[in-house]
């Protein structure tokens, strides 16, 4: 189940709200689990025993860590969580990995053969981060472990966030799990936020899918520079609008029920180098990096090198290089089992440590909107790496984009009649105008506390949920017409 389909928004969603609102407080969180298993169980089936079992072991295991079992308790909940992860998303691909090896040092007659019905669980990225997020806190004494099961049980697999993010920290939500603000206004503005969210994945992220799909389905060959140019900025505009509609979506749920999940998506398109992007794309997976990987590698490897330089190259540059690269690697194997998303990873590596050494420097004397142009190429170029099925694909694609071709006239022109029509327009209006904090810069100036005419917030207030309903009707018209595609995010 996703929240862009008709059986969430008409079945799933009015049975929990009306259910959650009729039930006393210390009820609403047994009601949010119950409807919480019923959602993974929907996508997952049996699947949900892992689920259900990973929540026993980390709550559990956290009492033990603080009791005084402080290694034995966090090396087991680490073997566990890490296990879990790499057993479903990489055995097969360690595997192929090994086999690879194998050939490539001639050894014969061995041969790994892979898992076969192997199934990815539901989210199984996201909340394997966070239950690592939680020991490891436990272990630090920067979070108390719970001990209250239902509390615990409600942040773990809470539906807003089970399938896709925001990777909220436990500490983020203990206050919230025990009493929380629940209000007509909230929940107004919750909603406001989830058809936002809707309508971006739907309306935005679902047109450019369809040029991104023909583009990327056709014959590389056959395709002009400008048509391939076309389709992976269609593609960096798809999954920015496709994932931040999902976080819009998951955090407006939550207001409407009384949570706070914090921001994970800050206008990414305008920052003005790749430091500064990361700082706004994907944030709680970036802190989380920050936090629990990046930190920890530097800080383990200030304390072995205790120079000011190795050959000639500042200890400070070699160690945020080093922990960079860790960071960035994994990164790119924490969104799939593949080579491409190692590449993907690498790739951003690359740029940060320049950055960083020598090339922010640079890039700080540009003119603002070249800074912009840099940010912009060097990201839609990250993601022809990510969306590419091989290395091979990714490589000839870069090359396609960078050397003149004319491709086949009767191809382009195929694809541009299908694709490019009144809704594309629109949608490319629409991207670039909340690809900036454009929204917000005209309330901010047009609604001033004290000065501002009632009159004007009237309208301006009346304008929005105009528009907004609006979105809503629009984007069930697309739905009740089956034009739109799953959650680019949901694989991870």
């Known amino acids: 189940m996703v929240f862009n389909s008709t059986i969430f928004l008409f079945l799933f969603l009015p049975a929990f709200l009306a259910l959650y609102f009729l039930a006393p407080g210390k009820l609403k969180n047994v009601v949010l689990i119950l409807f919480s298993l019923v959602f993974y169980t929907w996508g997952s089936a049996m699947l949900v025993l892992l689920l259900l079992g990973s929540v026993i072991l980390n709550f559990s295991g ?133 058809v936002t969210g809707l309508a971006k994945k739907v309306l935005i992220a679902g047109t450019f899918s369809t040029v991104s799909q023909y583009v990327f389905s056709a014959n590389l060959s056959e395709v002009s520079m400008v048509m391939a140019w076309t389709g992976i900025i269609a593609f960096t505009l798809e999954i920015y609008f496709d994932f931040s509609g999902y976080s819009d979506m998951a955090i407006g749920l939550g207001k409407m029920i009384g949570f706070d999940f914090p921001e994970n998506f800050n206008y990414p398109y305008a920052a003005r180098d790749i430091r500064e992007f990361w700082r706004r794309w994907h944030i709680t997976l970036s802190n989380w990096l920050r936090d629990y990987l990046f930190l920890p590698v530097a800080y383990s490897l200030s304390r072995k090198l205790k120079n000011d330089s190795y050959f000639r190259i500042k200890t400070d540059y070699i160690i945020y290089a080093v922990a960079t690269l860790v960071t960035f690697v994994l990164c790119g194997l924490w969104h799939g089992a593949a080579w491409t998303f190692v590449a993907w990873g690498f790739y951003f590596a690359v740029f940060l440590i320049m950055e960083q050494i020598f090339l922010g420097r640079l890039l700080k004397k540009l003119w603002p909107p070249l800074q912009h142009l840099y940010t912009i190429l060097v990201v839609s170029c990250s993601f022809v790496i990510f969306k590419s099925a091989s290395l091979g694909d990714a490589f000839n694609f870069l090359g396609k984009l960078f050397s003149f071709s004319s491709g086949n006239p009767a191809v382009n022109s195929y694809i541009w009649f299908f694709c490019f029509n009144g809704q594309t327009l629109m949608a490319t209006l629409a991207a670039l105008i909340f690809s900036v904090p454009a929204y917000g810069y005209l309330r901010q100036y047009a609604i001033v506390p004290g000065k501002t005419n009632s009159l004007i917030r009237l309208f301006l207030n009346t304008s929005a949920v105009l528009i907004l309903g609006t979105l809503f009707i629009v984007t069930l018209s697309y739905l009740a017409s089956n034009t739109y595609n799953p959650f680019i995010y949901l694989r991870f």
């Open 62 to 194: 956290a009492i033990f860590i603080r009791k005084g079992f402080r290694v034995s308790g966090l090396s087991v909940l680490l073997i566990f969580n890490i296990g879990l992860l790499g057993y479903f998303k990489y055995c097969n691909f360690g595997l192929d990995a090994l086999n690879g090896m194998l050939r490539m040092f001639h050894v014969h007659g061995v041969f790994f053969h892979p898992v076969t019905g192997l199934l990815l669980p539901l989210g199984i990225s996201f909340y394997t981060f966070r239950a690592i997020a939680y020991v490891l806190d436990v272990y630090k004494g920067k979070t108390d472990p719970s001990t209250n099961f239902l509390e615990f049980c409600t942040w773990f697999t809470m539906f807003p966030l089970i399938s896709a993010g925001p990777i909220v920290r436990y500490a983020t939500l203990q206050n919230q799990l025990t009493s929380r603000n629940i209000s007509v206004d909230r929940f107004t503005e919750g909603m406001a936020r989830f």
